[in-house]
């Protein structure tokens, strides 16, 4: 009889795992989603303008390699300033705005594990949290021995890192932050389905495998769970090979504010988060009202007839954020 009984709890027990791994095998990737409908305005991009900065490569606690952008402070009270770039390209996104705010900070452009011209492994990183740890990382290496302050400014889905950074385990080492049409997550109030066309997330896959992880299964964490919208035009251009498509489970949820988002915001330290009225991805209108209930940390400002991507290099961002730098 008690023979049986474990035979019993020892098939009820791998149900879940029975039901995880189906759901994991269910929804695989489709490859390129180029140019599907709805996605991002890349005309702008495509349309160039900021010369690109110089990059170098630093070596990492891992003995691994980044490669970075770094304008140092031309005066000696200037913070740290890192810039984090969104999902699917790298820090040459920041060229022109960095150059900007090279007069008021010490500039730090990082590619991020997983994305830029030659990484390790594409869309991927070796364990959940290793965005934070890098960062950190960085941080530690460029910033002065005495007591410099520390900003990070994100887009998107680095705005949504700079937010998970704020309540992890490095976050007291940011004394204030900038948010750039960030990503909060998936079903946030500001958030627009598959982010206006951007993104297309294999949702059972994100499921099953949340599952395994929550009993310690992270056999799994590589598979692809989300494919970006890049456009035909960026991917077959002179610079398609910095294009980063598809993100693995690990890195996915790296990229991102923790379940429990509203945590996340409370932790912030003083903010400021800007949007435009046109982005395709983000509703820019709920940011405020769903954060400022939140904490009274944050300043919020909303660029009429700008989009997602836009944002980044409107003049309107650049004098904000160096007031913000400035104390001002």
Request: aromatic share 8%; no cysteine.
């Amino acid at each position: 009889m008690i023979g049986k009984i474990f035979v019993g709890l020892a098939l009820l027990a791998g149900i879940p795992l029975v039901i995880a791994l189906g759901l994991i095998v269910s929804q695989w990737p489709r490859g390129a989603v180029a140019d599907s409908p709805g996605g991002l305005d890349f005309s702008a991009q495509l349309a160039g303008g900021a010369e690109p900065l110089p990059a170098s490569s630093v070596t990492m606690s891992d003995a691994t390699h980044a490669r970075v952008r770094h304008l140092g402070a031309t005066t000696a009270d200037a913070p740290l300033v890192v810039l984090v770039h969104g999902s699917g390209w790298d820090g040459g996104q920041f060229d022109a705005l960095a150059f900007g705010l090279s007069r008021v900070g010490d500039v730090l452009v990082p590619d991020l594990r997983g994305h830029g011209a030659t990484p390790d492994r594409r869309g991927d990183v070796d364990y959940l949290g290793q965005f934070e740890d890098d960062l950190a990382d960085l941080i530690e290496q460029y910033k002065r021995e005495d007591k410099q302050d520390v900003i990070l400014l994100g887009h998107s889905s680095g705005g949504g890192l700079v937010i998970r950074f704020a309540n992890g385990p490095h976050g007291s080492m940011m004394d204030r932050a900038v948010l750039l049409a960030p990503f909060v997550q998936y079903d946030a109030p500001m958030q627009r389905p598959g982010s206006g066309g951007w993104a297309r997330a294999l949702t059972r896959r994100i499921v099953g495998l949340s599952m395994l992880n929550s009993v310690g299964i992270h056999a799994l964490d590589h598979l692809t769970v989300i494919e970006f919208a890049m456009p035909e035009t960026v991917l077959q251009g002179s610079e398609g090979h910095r294009a980063t498509t598809a993100y693995s489970w690990r890195l996915n949820q790296s990229f991102s504010p923790r379940r429990d988002w509203r945590a996340e915001v409370a932790a912030l330290p003083p903010f400021l988060l800007v949007a435009g009225t046109r982005d395709e991805a983000f509703v820019a209108e709920a940011y405020e009202p769903h954060f400022s209930p939140l904490t009274e940390a944050g300043e919020y400002l909303l660029v009429p007839g700008v989009g997602h991507l836009d944002i980044v290099n409107s003049a309107r961002t650049l004098a904000a954020v160096t007031a913000f730098i400035r104390d001002e």
